[in-house]
């Protein structure tokens, strides 16, 4: 019997039984299994990248050995790693940053290469899905939705009788997404949120879907046995790939490795975004409307005097933020947030003694876990801002925009990288890939950032050449991929760079507008405005604007419409799918954005032809958590700006530039609107090392030349 595939929009039947196993002698070949899958796909064709991938990945799984493979746009990374994957007894994990990539293997790369291997495994490989407990409906949650205060839904800018208005409206609204909640409840297979559609609120998905932290468990829950959450694990311990994202790898790691079933491999995709991830799943933080949340869940179990003591403690909090400025808290608590935490420690403790242990025979025992868990959360972050250990970092965020109003007292790691030493690499073999692994020429700083032991310390210049040796199948393929990097022996990762099948040096042209002043003041500078001007009315359109500021977007679109006749669509004014399709259909526009837009953004063809990039991408002065890094490097005596500041930048700018090239036929322009890339001697240099060979220029005669013949096919 043929096993049916495992994926997220499976029926609820039981799982396919694990096949027999494929190690020993009856091991198939990665690179056959790799040329079904090819041969499979309409126009595919053999790829050098994409098989020397593979054979280094079967290499690294029968060694044992960690493995770095940098792979550029269009080297069809996704199936090089499914191939050897496939080789591997027991489920293989595959994680990713992007819900866009995890959405490509589940629905397009899974399903085509289960069809193409099953005539040599002469069995289906299956695959699931599997994320964290909140992505999930609740059934628990579900049946008492009806009773709980929906969250956020007074305005407390409104007042008389629009005020009630709004709130009858929300109410009546929130309503009406609940019951539809209930209806999707009995014909869903798998009560994933991503299958609802029409989606919900936020509000309303966060009342009837439960955080792992909150969940009483399968054995303590009246639901257990047909509990979704339950169901997709069940489904990735049987199945040959889980595909997971990097949020829940972290949590994974940081909660035991208890979450993730067990595996021999583990594949990260977009790997650059894993230590940035692995970093917000260790970060907390404390708001007075969490602590208030908190409260109201507690107090049908509390004493009036004990729930009246969590109040006091919000309030203190509301205070001490109201009077703290934002950013860094480089010499600790102050006064007033110390003794906020203090009060915040002794409410949530004595509450918590209070409510005692969830019990069996409690007669609800999933509020008395929410509520429980709510207030440990709580009191664990009070307690570690009061320790003030030299391996946190604290600061106070009160963002500007939509979100202002909010305030907050955040904690994070300084480093990230002895979690991933101590976590990620035990009794598992992984691969890291991405586009962007290679900095410089080296994969020292991403290996390091990754917990990887590294040689010697940064290059004081962060320029410093790679010890690279040059395989022959490096050298057949020298003209448009990187040579072989190859780490000393003694290391426990290999590394390496297939480069990419576009031809980058005749594709494109990176062009860095060297004759500009070095950028100094905020926004846009009114010399790269007339250069961006003079770029775009060239073309005529077709540009992707990567700011460093919704303010230099956003001054950027101002003057291009009121200089032009073209369209410009702007990041935030509309839905960001809704801009993209539009730039996409109308040559004759651009589209302006920030960060999210340097890696989110994938448009081939000539809709796409020009890539603006207003200055070098380093973190801002005010990020806490970079500027913390830079300043635990220099005081032990080293550069924080060439350890922290520059790689960061380096991997954005990289990211922002591979927009261009999408497919073998894109051709366009990289336009970088600061000088630094250029004249600074050591940063510069390391930075246009990091980006994929276009051909280089800083002559603007040269790139209106190329903008007029573009303009013209």
Known sequence: ??????????????????????????????????????????????????????????????????????????????????????????PVVVSTATLALQSQLVEHDLPRLADAVEPILRRRPTFAVLKGRHHYLCLARLEGSAEEEPEDLFDSSGGGNSGGTQWLGAAGRIGKQVQRLNDWAMETDTGDRDELDPGVDDQVWRQVSMPARECVGAGRCPYGDECFAEASRARAREADVVVTNHSLLAVDMIAGRHIVPPHKLLIIDEAHELADRVSSAAQAELTPDVIDRAGRRARPLLQPETAEALVEAGDALAVALAETPAGRLTTGLPQVLHEACTLLDSATRAALDKIGDVKADDPDPVRKQQAKAALDELSTTAQRLLEEADHDVAWVEKPDGPAAGRRALVVAPLSVAGTLATHLYDERTVVATSATLALGGRFDTVARSLGLETVGPVPADVAGQPTAKTTPSAAKNAKNAAPI???????????????????????????????????????????????????????????LGLFSSRRAAQQAAELVRARTGLTVHVQGEQALPLL????????????????????????????????????????????????????????????????????????????????????????????VLDSRLETARGYGAFMRRSLPPFWYTTRPEVVQGALRRLAAS
Do not use: N
């Open 1 to 90: 019997m043929t096993p049916a595939t495992t994926t997220s929009t499976a029926s609820t039947s039981a799982p396919a039984p694990r096949p027999a196993s494929r190690s020993g002698s009856g091991r198939p070949d990665a690179a056959e299994l790799l040329a079904a899958a090819v041969g499979a796909v309409p126009g595919g064709g053999d790829r050098p990248g994409q098989q020397e991938m593979t054979a280094a990945i079967a290499e690294a799984i029968r060694t044992r050995t960690h493995l770095l493979v940098q792979a550029g746009t269009g080297t069809g990374k996704s199936l090089a790693y499914l191939a050897p994957a496939l080789t591997v007894d027991g």
């Open 485 to 543: 990097m190859i780490t000393p022996e003694d290391l426990s990762w290999r590394s390496l760079d297939v480069g990419s099948p576009f031809d980058y040096p005749k594709q494109g042209i990176l062009y860095v507008a060297a004759h500009l002043p070095r950028p100094t003041v905020s926004g846009l500078p009114a010399q790269a405005g007339e250069e961006l001007l003079s770029l775009i009315g060239t073309l005529g359109g077709r540009t």
């Open 580 to 671: 993209v399709r539009r730039f996409r259909e109308d040559r004759a526009s651009c589209l302006f954005g920030v960060m999210s837009l340097w890696q989110g953004v994938d448009v081939p063809g000539d809709a796409c032809q020009l890539v603006v990039i207003d200055r070098l991408p380093f973190p801002r002065p005010d990020e806490p958590l970079a500027a913390a890094r830079a300043a635990a490097v220099d005081a032990t005596g080293g550069s924080g700006f060439a350890a922290v500041s520059v790689p960061i930048a380096a991997i954005r700018l990289a990211q922002g530039a591979g927009r261009l090239i999408r497919s073998a036929g894109d051709r366009g322009v990289v336009a």
